[in-house]
């Protein structure tokens, strides 16, 4: 090993887990403290993998840096038979501070039982498939129980896909897709408009999603450390050597998101090819990049790699608490559909995170999702406009208006650009909560008795004693601020206008909703303790009693 890679000599923490310690330590619990399950560890993970050495070398002093990450990668490699080779020697990480700073905490809050057992396999491919070939034990490595990634690693996704495997996009082509799509970029959606325009950003070379394991190619190394430190960043409570381990883990692959050659994201997971799911153990978006969709993305295309490279049908993870939101938006669900045998054993077993399950769909194109949804939206609108003449837009009407709101000219009903040709018929006229008042043969007639019922309404709340408020509007000269707070004053003086013209009022809810909208100003403006508060209330209930005992003695208005 070059000199470079050796690890730095530094003192023990207290709170590192010796070896001896770890075997028989159960650590406080925390969101993050996880262990692995009984029956994992007893029944069918193997033994530990990771010799004692090796993982003294992992935690001096909690601090991990690019060159203990090596020197632990080297020091498993050989543990585990590893076909790791020098070229590791050339990865430099330039994060290695990430992993010094709180990681005693997270030593703390880690149950020590799961860097044992570490989910029966962690940095130890080869190992695991040697003792597992002569027991029962379930566990297998990655790749169908090839050591290594070679198969299935490498770009993937729309422009990869082909390279991680020969998987072709199931479902739709996007060739000829392009000239019958919607254009406007609002009938497509945020989740479609995010994911296009990443996609364009992969098509443009800015991006990518690769996939690899420890395969000891220098520009995958780099990658994976730079995945590690994320992890290491973003999910604080976990040990930092733990997450080293599963990373560099042969039988774990890590989907990541490039930008620029940087390393912005990713999900390690682990593929259980014989039971057909596979284990997400860590999933991360470095902190100034959230939020942007990568997650999203980074989701759909392992979704895609791993059904068309890997085989798998379903993921299993062990959401953190505040991650479940992301899980579900992924379409990852609490229920757990998948069989218990199909699974129990294999996984690693977490406290504090919910398992949560996503069945794989056999068909979806995942990494063009957009392309679906887009097409989906134009054959629906196609159906519409074949069934209805909604996409037909006419003139808007001229309401020019006089005082009070009332409009200069009558527009009639029949007369509205459009309506008939929509459908609309006279027999609809009226549809109204207050139908009673308007069951009269002719709308002249209507019109009187609403007329009627509205004028005794008014008269009726402009006799009573708290109306004084009310009656006129308010002067801007009295209360100057009046009108920057209250939008839409309304008065009885503006309302009997409107009733008199017998033009405004066309129904008795725009009536009700005048009156509502005077009260409401008067309880916005001014505070519950103040004699405007209590008038409003008092003759709001006031007027409700009226226009109750109107309508029930209908046949007295009418
Ligand atoms: C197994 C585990 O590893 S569990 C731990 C998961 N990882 C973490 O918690 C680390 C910190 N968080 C992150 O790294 C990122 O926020 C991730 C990976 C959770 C999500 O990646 P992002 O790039 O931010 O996701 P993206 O931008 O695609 O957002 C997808 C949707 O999920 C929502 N979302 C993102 N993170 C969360 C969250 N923690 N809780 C609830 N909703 C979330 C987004 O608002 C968005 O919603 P929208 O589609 O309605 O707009």
Redesign the pocket.
């Known amino acids: 090993m070059d000199s470079h890679l050796t690890a730095p000599n530094r003192s023990r923490s207290s709170q590192t887990p010796s070896p001896s310690h770890s075997a028989s330590a159960s650590a406080t619990s925390s969101l993050h403290k996880r262990k692995l399950a009984a029956a994992a560890s007893e029944d069918h993970a193997p033994p530990s993998s990771f010799p004692p050495s090796s993982f003294s070398a992992d935690t001096r002093d909690g601090a991990l840096t690019s060159n203990d990450d090596l020197e632990s990668i080297s020091a498993r490699g050989a543990d585990s038979d590893s076909d790791a080779d020098d070229s590791e020697d050339a990865v430099v990480d330039d994060d290695e501070d990430d992993f010094d700073h709180d990681n005693d905490s997270s030593i703390r809050t880690f149950t020590t039982a799961r860097l044992e057992s570490g989910g029966g396999g962690s940095g130890s491919g080869r190992n695991t498939k040697l003792k597992t070939e002569n027991s029962t034990v379930k566990l297998e490595s990655a790749d169908g129980g090839k050591d290594g990634a070679a198969p299935g690693s490498g770009p993937v996704g729309p422009t990869g896909a082909a390279a991680a495997g020969g998987s072709s996009i199931a479902g739709i082509s996007t060739k000829e897709d392009v000239k019958i799509f919607t254009e406007n970029i609002q009938t497509s959606g945020?989740?479609s408009a995010?994911e296009e325009s990443l996609k364009r950003e992969e098509e443009a070379g800015r991006l990518k999603f690769v996939c690899y394991s420890n395969d000891g190619v220098d520009e995958h190394m780099v990658w994976l450390i730079g995945l590690k430190n994320?992890?290491g960043r973003?999910?604080p409570n976990m040990p930092k050597e733990y997450i080293v381990r599963l990373v560099m883990d042969r039988s774990h692959k890590s989907v990541m998101v490039i930008r620029r050659n940087q390393v912005v994201?990713g999900?390690t997971y682990r593929p259980y090819v014989s039971q057909k799911f596979g284990e997400?153990?860590?999933?991360?978006?470095?902190?100034d990049?959230?939020?942007?969709?990568?997650?999203?993305?980074?989701?759909n295309h392992l979704k895609q790699h791993a059904r068309d490279v890997d085989g798998l049908t379903h993921f299993l993870?062990?959401?953190?608490n505040?991650?479940?939101?992301?899980?579900?938006?992924?379409g990852f669900t609490k229920e757990i559909h998948l069989e218990r045998d199909r699974w129990q054993g294999y996984i690693k077993d977490y406290d504090g995170?919910i398992l949560m399950e996503c069945k794989i769909d056999p068909k979806l194109p995942y990494t063009d999702l957009s392309t679906m949804i887009r097409r989906q939206r134009q054959a629906i609108d196609e159906k519409i406009r074949e069934l209805s003449n909604c996409q037909i837009v006419y003139p808007g009407i001229d309401f020019q208006k006089k005082e009070a709101g009332i409009p200069k000219k009558v527009v009639k009903v029949e007369d509205i650009p459009g309506l008939k040709e929509a459908g609309w018929t006279p027999d609809q006229w009226g549809h109204t909560r207050f139908r009673a008042l308007i069951v009269s043969a002719d709308n002249a007639t209507n019109q009187k008795h609403l007329t009627g019922f509205m004028r005794s309404l008014l008269k009726s709340m402009h006799d009573h004693v708290d109306a004084w408020p009310f009656k006129e509007p308010v002067d801007a000269r009295d209360v100057p601020d009046y009108y920057d707070i209250i939008k839409d004053p309304m008065d009885l003086k503006t309302m009997s206008k409107r009733v008199e013209s017998e033009q405004y009022y066309v129904t008795l809810e725009m009536f009700v909703a005048d009156v509502k909208r005077m009260f409401a100003n008067a309880r916005t403006y001014n505070s519950p303790d103040t004699i405007y508060y209590k008038c409003a209330t008092r003759l709001e209930t006031h007027f409700q009693s009226k226009v109750q005992s109107g309508l029930q003695s209908n046949t007295k208005i009418q």
């Open positions: 945020a989740y995010r994320i992890f973003q999910l994201g999900i997400i153990a860590f999933c991360a978006i470095t902190a990049e959230q939020v942007k969709g990568y997650g999203t993305r980074l989701m993870t062990y959401a953190d505040n991650a479940v939101g992301y899980f579900i938006k992924q995170g």
